[in-house]
């Protein structure tokens, strides 16, 4: 049992470091054709912030506009240009038909969604490990405490 949580260990560190190379090759390439994209929200536009509500033992997020680019009206893809009230409207509009961003924003969302699952799975495949030898060193503890309460 141990044996097949570490196989499983190997194959998630495995495809979290498949899915790592894969983002970090669409990052060079959105470089590429954005040199001039906003670095603090990487051209989205838009970012997640957390919020502790009182109330929830969970924080929140919420999706703000970056501050730096679109807050101030300038293109999330290239911060050299400014845009108008309707540019800024259609930007954040993000299921946009005609935006060409669109396709490679959700690429980065979906490996960014797939790593974070990977990441999880490896904390609970650590966990069920460490709970099997926990489990496995008890029995073989109980079980020398038997033989050496064996009298001959």
């Not at 990052?27 to 838009?46: L, S």
């Not at 999330?76 to 309707?86: A, K, Q």
């Not at 690429?107 to 990977?118: G, N, R, S």
């Amino acid at each position: 049992m141990i044996r097949n949580i570490e196989n499983d260990l190997t194959l998630a560190k495995n495809e979290i470091k498949d899915l790592k190379d894969k983002y970090d090759r669409l990052k060079v390439t959105f470089g590429e054709k954005y040199p001039n994209h906003c670095r603090h929200c990487d051209g989205k536009g838009r970012y997640d912030i957390e919020i502790n509500n009182e109330q929830s033992f969970y924080p929140t997020t919420r999706n703000v506009e970056c501050i730096n680019c679109l807050a101030e009206s300038f293109n999330p893809l290239d911060i050299n240009v400014h845009m108008t009230e309707l540019e800024v409207e259609v930007f954040n509009t993000k299921r946009d038909i005609n935006y060409p961003f669109n396709d490679e924003r959700d690429d980065f969302e979906k490996i960014m969604k797939e790593i974070a699952i990977l990441q999880n799975t490896i904390e609970q495949l650590y966990e069920w490990k460490l709970a099997l030898i926990e489990e496995h060193n008890i029995r073989n503890a109980a079980e020398d405490e038997e033989k050496s309460n064996i009298e001959y």
